[in-house]
């Protein structure tokens, strides 16, 4: 299975959403989320972005057409319609799977919403979360999980910045490597 990574923006009570939308506007949140989304080490390869059905409407209700990115959309629904170059697929696990299959997909990024936040979060092979903090609380009745696994940790901040009166910070969290498994060079049992 493929590694991915969480995109999201939080408020300060780690609410994602209010009656199905976004209630704060940040364009710099997703500005960041363009350019993490369209970076490809190697210009042959694109990334794949996965979302839930709820959060793909609401974002093609905005106009966004995700462009040089591999679109995937999580349903259940056999009869939902979707743009020609939108894939379906009904698991997470069947989206990673398949991806990993892919050599032409870079890097895979898992955009919500707050269904798919909850499986993703609790996944293996989840390796990385950029999370925009937004200093505010917006009343919000859809949360980011709040139980991230142990293992991760916070691997940079930025500056806390200001956005038409909205202040706000990225940050990037990252599974702590184990090293339990490290082999170490014991030399005590170095001969003399
Ligand atoms: N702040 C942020 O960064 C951020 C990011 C993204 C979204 N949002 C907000 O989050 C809200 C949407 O979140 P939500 O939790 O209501 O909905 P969602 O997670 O976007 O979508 C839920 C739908 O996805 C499908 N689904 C969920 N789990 C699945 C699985 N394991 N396998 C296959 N399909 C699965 C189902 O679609 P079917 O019913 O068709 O089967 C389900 O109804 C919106 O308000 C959006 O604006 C916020």
Known sequence: MANF??????????????????????????????????????????????????????????????????????????????PQNVLRFESLDDTLFELSDHNDIDQIFVLGGGEIFKEAILHTDLERIYLTNVESSFKSDLFFPKDIPEDFEVASTSDLMESDGLEYSFLILERSVDHSNDQYFDFNTEEE
Do not use: C
């Open 5 to 82: 990574s969480i995109i999201v923006s939080v408020d300060q009570d780690m609410g994602i959403a209010r009656k199905g939308e976004i209630p704060w506007f940040l364009p710099e949140h997703f500005a960041n989320l363009h350019d993490l989304t369209t970076q490809t080490e190697n210009k042959n390869l694109k990334n794949a972005i996965i979302m839930g059905r709820k959060t793909w409407e609401y974002f093609h209700s905005q106009g966004e057409n995700f462009d040089n990115r591999l679109v995937i959309v999580l349903s259940k629904n056999k009869d939902l319609s979707l």
